[in-house]
């Protein structure tokens, strides 16, 4: 069984960054995924401390990326904040930075051209993260996303990218985002050791939003243990990193939630 | 520019199959691609003369397909209703049989067997198909509607299928499940003379809704014209067919709606 890590935005609507190091080392929870957001609250330096402290393992930060903007001087923005985000993914240890590539500019069409400044953010950044030692994980979001989210929408895309990119890249596998691809076995088995972050929920029949309606493993269609065999079977050694963005589940008490999902991590993830 | 035809799910709400007819004879569009359930209302005997005596082409029978099925039963059901809906693209003179491919059965996670299903009834349509001297389209739906309208994702899955199954079978582009693809450029090409139909309608931001949200071409943001332009390079020679799902413009009266149709098909698709 791969060990649980508890992505924070699952309980982001009633928990803050200290309230989850505490809640993990209360439920036995041994891994972490902070947001940028919940993290600048705390303070970088004081957040490195305190998941130190509770000896929790940072699975990723969440999150650099989005590249692509309407002008220069919005995509050389975009490159000054995630040189901050390797600075912080530095400071707490964390397991890989976790990339969500963006979407298209404000009013543009223009998909092929919002790749390639994905792909220049990606090259300028590469150096930076190497220096500083962090993993980039190239997260592929469901195709949903892809007008404003991510262009970044499959495991073959992203692999291509890793394999121009070489050392320091690799990708972030989250069951939502990949369980629908026909390429899904085939492109876990490419990715390998480059799998940098394993990630679980499930798709909900009927799925009500694109964003906001993700389901608690176990409670949709997506098998996710035979995905979790394919990142085991490709080298895979990390955590299962639970993260929900669901209405639903942030109106409960974010004790049941992890109490819930320390449940479905034992019995379906 | 490729002739327009008018898919009658786009005003389904207001509009019979006869009132398709003729909005589209009183309009002036020269393609209809009806759906089965509004031939059954009017009868096919008298649908097919009715159309034909409006001079219309028929670019598409919508639909056959949902092939999966939780037993033996209900995957025999579904091919027997396939047969009729065979029988009724060749009465109506139309150029393909339009196949959703179905999503999972119900309550079932098991999505590489839901595809063998798809599979299978694929190769028990096709003898009678070619018999009838109706090609069978393979419709890639958007990934988001895997779990619950189409287990087939992509273009290149389907066009996996089309090699396999050889004469007789080919793909529908819709503009709208298809843009996403990283790989679209490449599938289209490799489809060729295969491409049975094109289907545009566009990408909304945000789109609220994963089925009756979709947009007018123009007003997403989907680059139809390079679809096209793509379609038309790999030797595709039918007509677009504007085919909405969409509560917003159910809601219209569907004479602004074919006149919006209209003006649209001349500056956008």
């Known amino acids: 069984m791969l060990p649980l890590s508890l992505n924070t935005v699952t309980v982001r609507e009633r928990w803050s960054l200290a309230d989850c190091i505490e809640g993990c080392a209360r439920h036995g929870i041994p891994g972490i995924a902070p947001w940028r957001d919940r993290l600048a609250e705390m303070g970088v330096a004081a957040a490195a401390r305190r998941i130190r402290d509770a000896g929790l393992t ?18 050389a923005a975009a490159i000054e904040d995630n040189r901050r985000a390797i600075a912080e993914a530095h400071a707490i240890g964390a397991a890989c930075l976790v990339l969500v590539c963006g979407g298209l500019p404000p009013g543009s069409k223009d998909l092929p051209g919002a790749r390639a400044m ?66 899904v076995a085939r492109q876990i088995a490419r990715a390998g050791r480059r799998i940098l972050a394993f990630h679980a929920c499930d798709w909900l029949v009927p799925t009500t939003d694109l964003v906001f309606d993700r389901g608690m493993p176990g409670d949709g269609v997506i098998d996710i243990p035979a995905l979790r065999g394919m990142v085991e079977a490709a080298g895979y050694r990390g955590f299962v990193e639970i993260e929900l963005l669901s209405r639903r589940w942030w109106a409960e008490d974010p004790d049941d939630v992890l109490r819930i999902m320390k449940q479905r991590h034992a019995t379906v993830c």
Do not use: I, K, N
């Open 58 to 75: 940072v699975t990723g930060l969440c999150r650099g990326g989005l590249f692509p903007a309407a002008d220069a001087a919005g995509r």
């Open 118 to 183: 994905m792909r220049d953010g990606l090259h300028a950044l590469l150096p930076e993260a190497r220096a500083a030692g962090v993993a980039l994980a190239l997260e592929p979001l469901h195709p949903m996303t892809c007008a404003d989210r991510s262009v970044l929408s499959t495991l073959g895309q992203a692999l291509e990218l890793c394999d121009e990119l070489g050392e320091g890249a690799g990708v972030a596998v989250d069951c939502y985002h990949v369980w629908w691809d026909p390429e």
